[in-house]
Structures are given as structure tokens and as C-alpha cells.
């Protein structure tokens, strides 16, 4: 698998402060999970596995788990809901039911100019890196500050979700660079549109 495969015409993003929130925005604005050469890609960007980790036993069944994990989760950061949520409920039991597999066990080793560096004991499982994710967003929903400073992305159908560790919290958008622009862009556009 080359894990530097090119995704389409969008980047990977890893800006939410959470890797379970950096999962849940590859859906947007499109899927970018649409090969196992890009969950490769995703895996290694998001800093699951050491630059370099040859992934190349993922399969297709890969690409289901994650999905999968990345909807669980998904229903437990965008819903606050009461008791007796049955989706809610099933989200939970699956997120807590991954967690329980230990993360990829990591090693320090000498690289190349003597530095120590990080590596895998051995080839990532799927169940380990899922395990990793799924712990992640055990932490997040039960940390009460992070889970107060969950926002979603105020630009025009973004549905990303971010942690806000902002100044003041008083952040908007889940990247200044993308969806604050574009907000930006389009109010100046409604003002020179006013001025005429």
C-alpha cells in the first residue's frame, strides 16, 4: 500500500485536537476513506502508527471497521440525549466493546543517525489501531472540560467537530484557514453586493 496516496481533490485533516474527531472528519467534504491506500494515508497521518509501518495486511474489511467505528462515534459526540437513546445506547456499547483491545505497542529504537526513534513491536492489528481510537474517544466523552469544549464548525455545512482550546473559547470554525475563509469571502461578497 503507499501510504502517500493522494486522497482526491481534499487534503487529510488532522486540526480537531482529538484523533477520534480527525476520524470523523475524513467524511467531509467528501468520503476521504475510499480506498484502503487512503486509510493507510489517514493511519499513518494521524500519527496511529510511526512514519514508515508498513500496512500492507489492511484489507478491505479494514475500511468497514473504521467506517463503522467513525459512525459509533460520531453518535456520541454530535448528541446529547436522554435516557434510554437506543442508537445512542448502541454507540456506546460498540465504542466501550473496541476499546478493549490494547493500542499498537510501541518500542524505542535507534534510527539511522542514532536518534531514538519510535516503531511498532510489530505489524499494526486492526483491532489494536481501532482500540487506540475508540480509547481516544473514551477519554474525550469522559473528560467534562473536553467534552465541554466540544463545538461544531460554524461554516455553511461543515459537520465537523473540534475540541476548543481557543483563548476565551470562542473559536467558529473548525479551521480558520478553510472554513473561516470561506466565511470571510462570503461576507464580503454580501457587503459589495449591498454597496452596489
Known amino acids: 500500500m503507499a501510504l502517500g496516496t493522494a486522497t482526491g481533490p481534499y487534503e487529510l485533516r488532522f ?10 472528519a475524513t467524511t467531509h467534504p467528501v468520503e476521504r476513506l475510499v ?36 459512525c459509533q462515534t460520531a453518535r456520541l459526540v454530535r448528541v446529547r440525549p436522554g ?9 456506546l456499547t460498540r465504542v466501550n466493546a473496541l476499546a478493549v483491545s490494547a493500542p499498537p505497542a510501541p ?4 534510527g539511522e543517525d542514532g536518534a ?3 516503531e511498532l513491536t510489530g505489524p499494526p492489528e486492526c483491532a489494536a489501531l481501532l482500540g487506540a481510537l475508540a480509547r481516544d474517544a473514551v477519554e474525550l ?29 470562542r473559536r467558529r470554525w473548525c479551521s480558520s484557514e478553510v472554513c473561516g475563509n470561506r466565511e470571510r469571502v462570503a461576507r464580503h461578497r454580501r457587503r459589495a453586493a449591498l454597496a452596489r
Not at 43 to 70: C, K, M, N, Q, Y
Request: with cysteine.
Open 15 to 24: 486540526d480537531t485536537g482529538r484523533i477520534c474527531l480527525d476520524l470523523l
Open 35 to 70: 480506498s484502503v491506500a487512503a486509510l493507510g494515508a489517514w493511519i499513518t497521518g494521524s500519527g496511529l502508527v510511526p512514519p514508515g509501518t508498513p500496512l500492507t495486511h489492511a484489507d478491505a474489511s479494514w475500511l468497514a471497521r473504521f467506517r463503522e467505528l467513525r
Open 83 to 91: 435516557p434510554g437513546a437506543v442508537p445512542y445506547d448502541h454507540a
Open 107 to 110: 518500542r524505542a529504537v535507534r
Open 116 to 118: 531514538l526513534v519510535r
Open 141 to 169: 466523552l469522559t473528560d467534562p472540560v473536553a467534552r465541554a469544549s466540544l463545538r461544531q464548525c460554524e461554516g455553511d455545512n461543515c459537520p465537523i467537530v473540534y475540541v476548543d482550546t481557543s483563548r476565551g473559547r
